[in-house]
Structures are given as C-alpha cells and as structure tokens.
C-alpha cells in the first residue's frame, strides 16, 4: 500500500514537472514567435521604402541629405531585424520614423508628387504596415508579460531551470520618442 502512495505521489511529480516545463517553453515560444512578427513588419516596412524613396526622387532630386538618410536608417533596420536584440530592434525603428518624417515633409511640398497615383498607393502600404507593426509590438508585449510572470511566480519558476527559460526584454521605444520629432533638411 506504502509503495503504490509512493509511486502515485512520484507519477504526479513527474507529470506537474512535465505541465510545468511544457507551460513555459510554450510561453517563451509565444514570446519568440511575436518578435518575430515585429521582424516580420519592420522587413516589410524596409522593402517599402526604396519604392517610396524613388518616387519622391523624381520629384524633388536635390533633396539628396534626406534620402541617405532614410537609406541609413534602412540599412539600420534590416540590421536590427535580423538580430535578436529587442533594443537595437526599438532604436532602429525609432530611426526610420524619423527618417520617414523628413522624406513625408519633402512630400509635401511637391503638390504634382501628392497627387501621383504610385505615391499615394506607397502611402498607404506604409499607413497599413505601421498598423500592424504597432499591433505586433504590443503582442509581443502581451507574449513578453504573460512570459515574464510565470517565470517569476511559483511554482513555475520552479522549472525554469530545466526548460532553459528566462525573462524577456519588453520592447520599449527608445528615450524621446514621446516628444514630438522634429523636421529638418
């Protein structure tokens, strides 16, 4: 009678151990999975900018200072992509907007530029990645946070060890993204 206590006792350790690893590997994977969907995004917000660029360069040529600067900001971002560093990823993103910015306002100043069809349709891919890059960073997050807390709350953390987890980095916009950015050629 003592063996079968012990042998049941030691069956639903093995199998709250197993639960336990299992629960965490599969947040960390949620949480690998939503960053790569901010990849996923900040690619496809790279892809459209040498589009976005070359239609604008026919309209305003001289404006070369700020089409090495998205050109830059570009290269930054595909970078950061392919890395796994959530930091480099933020600043990288942070870099482009404002690059986007100074190429929107050289935009605006060529009215015939505005009311070409290609740039319009450009636009609004941007608008629509930019939607969707806000939507996979909070889901990142939400993957981050849910992460997070169970590798700091028993009896999950209990398992951390053995399921090679550990906490995430929220993706964070870097220091000064919540002024207004500045325009300047």
Not at 27 to 50: C, F, H, N, S, W
Not at 51 to 60: E, S
Request: hydrophobic residues 50%.
């Amino acid at each position: 009678m003592t063996a079968v206590i012990v042998i049941a006792v030691l069956v639903a350790l093995a199998g709250f151990a197993v639960v336990g690893f299992n629960k965490l590997r599969t947040a960390d994977v949620g949480a690998e999975e939503a960053l790569g969907g901010i990849d996923v995004q900040l690619t496809r917000r790279a892809d459209l900018i040498p589009n976005l660029v070359n239609t604008v360069k026919g309209y305003a040529a001289h404006e070369k200072s700020v089409f090495e600067e998205v050109t830059r900001a570009r290269a930054g971002l595909q970078a950061a992509a392919a890395g796994d560093d959530v930091h480099a990823k933020a600043e990288a993103d942070a870099a482009m907007q404002q690059a986007l910015i100074n190429l929107n306002a050289v935009a605006e100043a060529y009215p015939d530029l505005q009311a070409n069809e290609n740039f319009l349709d450009l636009q609004r891919q941007l608008a629509d990645t930019e939607n969707q890059l806000s939507f996979a960073r909070q889901y990142y997050n939400d993957a981050v946070a849910k992460l997070n807390t169970l590798v700091r709350t028993l009896p999950w953390l209990l398992f951390t060890g053995i399921a090679g987890v550990k906490q995430r980095e929220f993706y964070e916009a870097p220091a000064g993204q919540e002024v207004p950015p500045t325009v300047s050629f």
